[in-house]
């Protein structure tokens, strides 16, 4: 079996191999199949035994085409684990042979080469066989069948084990395989396209559950990418996909169901399906229920007396306060992690209500009702499919749930669904199932994220229906209550400091709701240890809370604080002596810390002043400002700004230091992966700068020099950072105009394009202050970004500030009287009529 670089076989060889071929694969042969395998792997060690398998596969037409297919298989294990090692001249020959049988006039031997060129480029890449590539396309460009099957083929293989090959960069190609191929056969597609259609209709009973899921996903793939294919066949799809919704294979239904989705995606008119929404909420409702064989099912019918186990308990993780932007949703703690038939149709139902509104209300809430009061052994699982419904249609049908925020009349009949509904959710809160209670829980938190302040007149019912439930819940889905807790102050506000008038003396006012809400929080904050992970959603739901009663927190502020002072100096020790510190080293308890201290700022205002005097915080926050852990220092940059709102007295002492650790977050390499560090650290720059005026003038270049590639590389950073860049070089040009506006010329566009996408508030108001600062300071310093200036003061709806319109009109009409013999003329004329319309308030 010598090599030689023109390879040719041996017939000894070819026919020894062929004969241990047929023997292996003979149902009738008494050969001892394991001593063949064995001499097989014998031959294997010949450097070209490799190459007699592809001539044998490729060119043995004498020979069976079960041997030639057995050849091809034997060959496609062999390349995995010897295909690197093999000679470059090997290498050629395998792939020279594979090539012509792409079209080989028989399908097993086309679907055989096809795994193996799959496996092939899986080891060598694309870059490595530039041939094939030619080849395929030679294929699907011929009129010949079996040429176009066979290279479709090869592509279906290489899309299912290397997709990302072919959409990728490849040396020697002017352009990514994916976009040579893909025209190719969406013509070859659309050219057959009714017959196509036509086939996937006649096989759409097919008795095969995985046929009925092929077709499924095939009409998906074409309501995604061509949906006017589909629009003269709508009505008989809908009919198709609410039948197969209902398919007792739920994993044909899965597929069904991502229809709905799709459809809605694919931006077709909504009309088309309306006639069928009484058939298709039911379905959705029906699908949501628990099945009998879902994985989590033992778990899910535990009675509420059962404690959790740690097992029970999934990973929490706290989000890191971050200014400027909404936090990031958390994921709901789901009942099911896995994608399945009754997330997808909650999901399906979610796209129904924000589609449809209230229209879908009348078919849904009759079963809804009925299912939250059903009782029974099962019944638990009808009740836990209304609340998860509830939760799903919230956002999408509020003005239905919630009549009253509509300017229509005649809502008696809605406001007591609405009380209805809050009733029954309420009542499931409290349901002797885990898992109602955890959707019940869920559902309610979302509703309260729509109603906000609309529920302040049900709060009392509300929070004893809340506290019920913190009193008997079990470890994990207590955690649901204290951010339904959380949510619920988020929405109502300061409403949960009324009081009302004892013993008829207006001077006795009690609090209606905190003696509700708070005693049962605090009993549970004394009990907990410092060192007990169940702290971390307490901690959060306490955020909440401060923010929402602002001064009316005062009377639970200082245990609170002082607490998590103490965790934060304990969280320190032990990062460096876990024995002295007698607790374990986890980052998550100083964040959520840093992070309720940051609430207790925002709530108390001024008023948290003395407790801040009184402690070592400041010293504490600088040694965080400089953690190595980055959602450490996000939070800590997060206080550090709040702290410099109210009490910035307290940082005086450090505040170069604090500075110096800011600026430094604005100038790393690693910008983009500590973007929510920057961004806070950045409105901590600014806060202090309005606070400590021109104590700040050591830094305010080094950060200027910061901010500036910032703004310039808008696009590739998040929106949050671009805006508090933007705030922030406004207030050190406010506060130190002298220093900032010898510059100005160098970042005038990309700052006024940024204020421009900033909504009006306090903060763009100082920005502004400092834009008319620098303008006084150094006029012709905006000249060449006079246009964008304008767009940047037309952004406003209205400046509330009577000092700073008169401002900014100031250095409108200065602009106006220094740019003569036309100019201002031509500068208006460049700008957008709404913008020049938005101007004329400005009388320019």
């Not at 040009?733 to 010898?742: D, F, I």
């Not at 106006?816 to 020049?836: F, H, I, T, Y």
Request: overall charge negative.
């Amino acid at each position: 079996m010598a090599t030689s670089v023109a390879w040719q076989p041996q017939e000894q060889g070819f026919n020894e191999i062929c004969r241990l071929l047929e023997q292996q694969i003979s149902p009738s042969s008494t050969a001892d199949k394991s001593q063949i395998w064995q001499q097989l792997q014998q031959y294997s060690q010949f450097p070209d035994f490799n190459n007699y398998l592809a001539f044998i596969l490729a060119r043995a037409e004498g020979k069976s085409v079960e041997i030639r297919q057995a050849a091809g298989l034997l060959l496609k294990n062999n390349l995995r684990t010897a295909y690197k090692s093999m000679s470059p001249s090997n290498q050629q020959y395998i792939k020279s042979e594979l090539l012509p049988c792409l079209g080989a006039a028989d399908r097993h031997i086309r679907s055989t080469v096809g795994t193996i060129v799959s496996v092939v480029v899986q080891l060598g890449g694309i870059a490595g066989w530039l041939e094939l590539l030619q080849a395929l396309v030679t294929c699907l460009d011929s009129n010949d069948i079996n040429h176009m099957e066979g290279a479709m083929d090869a592509l279906s293989k290489i899309c299912e084990d290397i997709p990302q090959v072919l959409d990728s960069d490849v040396p020697g190609l002017a352009e990514r395989p994916i976009n040579i191929f893909l025209p190719r056969l969406l013509q070859a597609l659309f050219v057959s396209m009714d017959q196509y259609l036509q086939g996937l209709f006649l096989l759409s009973n097919d008795p095969s559950a995985e046929v009925r899921k092929l077709v499924c996903a095939a009409f998906n793939l074409l309501i995604e990418v061509r949906p006017s294919f589909l629009e003269p066949h709508l009505r008989n799809l809908f009919e198709y996909m609410l039948q197969v919704n209902k398919d007792t294979d739920d994993d044909v239904a899965l597929e069904a169901c991502e229809f709905w989705h799709s459809y809605f995606e694919a931006q077709l008119p909504h009309e088309n399906l309306k006639e069928f929404l009484p058939r298709l909420v039911p379905v959705l409702l029906s699908n949501m229920i628990y099945a009998d064989d879902d994985e989590s099912l033992v778990e899910a019918e535990e009675d509420e007396s059962l404690p959790d186990r740690d097992q029970d308990l999934k990973p929490r993780f706290h989000s890191s306060r971050l200014h400027g932007s909404e936090n990031p949703e958390d994921d709901d703690d789901d009942i099911v992690n896995v994608w399945n038939l009754r997330k997808c149709s909650a999901a399906a139902l979610d796209v129904l209500s924000n589609v449809f509104g209230d229209e879908i209300l009348p078919t849904l809430m009759p079963v809804i009702q009925a299912k939250l009061s059903a009782s029974g052994d099962e019944a638990w699982k009808d009740r836990e499919a209304a609340v998860l419904a509830l939760g799903a249609i919230a956002e999408g049908c509020i003005k239905g749930l919630y009549p009253h925020l509509s300017e229509d009349i005649g809502h008696q009949n809605g406001r007591e669904q609405f009380e209805k509904v809050l009733m029954g959710l309420l009542k499931r809160i409290l349901d002797t199932n885990k898992r109602v209670q955890e959707a019940a829980c869920s559902a309610f938190a979302t509703l309260e994220e729509e109603a906000a302040e609309e529920l302040a007149p049900r709060l009392e019912i509300i929070l004893q229906h809340l506290m019920m439930a913190f009193g008997k819940y079990q470890r994990r889905n207590l955690r649901i209550v204290y951010d339904a807790i959380g949510t619920l102050a988020d929405a109502v506000g300061f409403e949960l400091n009324q009081k009302y008038v004892a013993n008829n003396y207006l001077d006795d006012m009690q609090p209606v709701y905190l003696d509700i809400l708070m005693p049962p929080l605090i009993a549970k904050w004394q009990l907990l240890p410092n060192s007990d992970k169940d702290l971390f959603p307490l901690l959060e739901c306490f955020t909440s809370i401060a923010q929402a009663l602002g001064a009316g927190f005062t009377q639970f502020a200082q245990p609170v604080f002082q607490r998590c002072i103490n965790i934060i100096q304990t969280q320190q020790l032990a990062k460096v002596d876990s024995v002295a510190a007698g607790a374990q080293y986890d980052k998550e308890f100083v964040v959520c810390c840093l992070d309720l201290l940051s609430g207790l700022a925002e709530g108390l205002g001024s008023g948290i002043e003395s407790l801040v005097a009184q402690s070592n915080l400041r010293d504490m926050l600088l040694q965080c400002c400089m953690d190595d852990a980055s959602d450490v220092r996000q939070s800590a940059f997060a206080l550090l700004g709040d702290l410099a709102r109210v009490c910035p007295v307290h940082l005086q002492a450090r505040l170069s230091d604090f500075l110096d650790i800011a600026a430094k977050q604005l100038n790393t390499p690693k910008l983009k992966e500590t973007v929510s560090v920057a961004n806070n650290a950045c409105w901590a720059i600014g806060e202090l700068a309005v606070k400590a005026r021109q104590e700040i003038s050591p830094i305010v270049m080094t950060v200027v020099l910061c901010l500036v590639p910032i703004l310039k590389h808008s696009e590739e950073l998040n929106k949050s950072l671009i805006e508090n860049s933007a705030i922030t070089l406004g207030r050190l040009a406010w506060v130190c105009p002298e220093l900032v506006s010898p510059h100005m010329e160098h970042f005038m566009q990309p700052w006024c394009i940024a204020l421009s996408m900033i909504r009006d508030d306090t903060e763009k108001e100082d920005a502004f202050r400092g834009l008319c600062a620098m303008v006084k300071a150094n006029p012709s310093g905006a000249l060449s970004s006079l246009v964008f200036m304008c767009r940047a003061i037309a952004s406003w709806h209205e400046i509330r500030s009577e000092e700073l319109h008169n401002e900014v009109c100031q250095v409108l009409h200065g602009y106006k009287q220094m740019l003569r013999n036309g100019a201002w003329d031509q500068c208006m004329s460049a700008l957008e009529p709404p913008v020049k319309d938005k101007l004329s308030k400005y009388q320019v």
